[in-house]
Nanobody, 115 residues
């Protein structure tokens, strides 16, 4: 079993920065991919950023150049650095890890960006 705990969300003014963290525990091996998703009120959950086992990354067009996904395997932690935040980035952000083709989700962390 794998547990994911996100942290780092909060309230920030437009143009500000936040760094989200996702700490993983449990049977962590053979990770296929790690990623961050978000869900705004009344909208579907969407992929924000992903990093695959080969090291390649993928970003939503709306966050390219502003957000960076990274991972620290020694700490079993995945990060999402978010810069130049916009009000439209307001959402609940979820960490996702795929291990042996099985998905695990965190509980989510709220990010609010004020104009």
């Amino acid at each position: 079993q794998v547990q994911l705990v996100e942290s780092g969300g909060g309230l920030v003014q437009a143009g500000g920065s936040l760094r989200l963290s996702c700490a993983a525990s449990g049977s962590i091996f053979s990770i296929n991919a790690v990623g961050w998703y978000r869900q705004a009120p009344g909208k579907q959950r969407e992929l924000v950023a992903a990093m695959y086992s080969g090291g390649s990354t993928n970003y939503a067009d709306s966050v390219k150049g502003r957000f960076t996904i990274s991972r620290d395997d020694a700490k079993n932690t995945v990060y999402l650095q978010m810069n130049s935040l916009k009000p439209e980035d307001t959402a609940v952000y979820y960490c996702n890890i795929v291990i042996m083709n099985r998905e695990y989700w965190g509980q989510g962390t709220q990010v609010n960006v004020s104009s």
